[in-house]
Every structure is written in structure tokens, then in C-alpha cells.
């Protein structure tokens, strides 16, 4: 059974930073393009970073995050990280980690979001 547990939101000033986690199980982690997507309250769900294979060197942002988040994964840990810096007030949101499974770029899945599983949520709420 494919499992994303995603965890380490939580509330933050401005400013401020926070990183998210995901743990995966249920298949091959190395394999496959991961990526973290948001839903703020009546908003449509939007896609934040995505991480390719080949050692997670291909990345991709939205432009709203560049230069403030960072995606990272750990192949031995079965993980993948979202590090966010400079948080402000509209990051604040639901975050969701998934998983897309075959063909498909990383940056395919960040603009399509069209991802084969998804994790649980964690909230994120960034205070002005």
C-alpha cells in the first residue's frame, strides 16, 4: 500500500522559516518524480516544487516560491523535504506531498498536478 505521511507544519511569523517532510512507503521511492503541492482556504490547489530521479537533480518552482523554498529528497530515508524560508502570510495554506508514477517530468507534474497519490495534509499558517 503506497503511504505518504507528511508532517512539520505548524504556525510561524513572517519572515520565519519551516521545513516539511514527507516519509513514503509502499514503493520504489527512487524512482519516481515527488512533489509538494498547496490548497489555501478557497483557493484551487496549486503546485509548489517538484524533484525529479537521477539523484534529485532536476527541481522545479512555482514562481511564487523561487528563491525561498527548496525541494530535497533522501533515496536511504525514503523522504522528501520542503524547506521554506522567508515565509509570508499568503504560503499559508494546506500543504500536500505526492508522488506521480510513470512517464511524466517533474515539472510536468508541478504545472499539471497531475500526480498518482497523495499524502495527508499539514498546515501551514504564516502570522503577519
Same mark, same amino acid.
Given at each position: ?29 527512487d ?9 489555501? *482556504? =478557497? ?8 524533484? +525529479?530521479?537521477?539523484? %534529485? !537533480?532536476?527541481? $522545479?518552482?512555482?514562481? @511564487? ?7 530535497s ?15 509570508? *502570510? =499568503?504560503d ?7 508522488? +506521480?508514477?510513470?512517464? %511524466? !517530468?517533474?515539472? $510536468?507534474?508541478?504545472? @499539471? ?16
Amino acid at each position: 500500500e503506497v503511504q505518504l505521511q507528511a508532517s512539520g507544519g505548524g504556525l510561524v511569523q513572517a519572515g520565519g522559516s519551516r521545513r516539511l517532510s514527507c516519509t513514503a512507503s509502499g514503493f520504489t521511492f527512487d524512482d519516481y518524480a515527488l512533489g509538494w503541492f498547496r490548497q489555501a *482556504p =478557497e483557493k484551487e490547489r496549486e503546485g509548489v516544487a517538484c524533484i +525529479g530521479t537521477s539523484g %534529485g !537533480s532536476m527541481t $522545479y518552482y512555482a514562481d @511564487s516560491v523561487k528563491g525561498r523554498f527548496t525541494i530535497s529528497r533522501d533515496n536511504v530515508k525514503n523522504t522528501v523535504y520542503l524547506q521554506m524560508n522567508n515565509l509570508k *502570510p =499568503e504560503d499559508t495554506a494546506v500543504y500536500y506531498c505526492a508522488v +506521480g508514477f510513470g512517464r %511524466g !517530468s517533474a515539472y $510536468y507534474r508541478l504545472v @499539471s498536478g497531475n500526480m498518482d497519490h497523495w499524502g495527508n495534509g499539514t498546515q501551514v499558517t504564516v502570522s503577519s
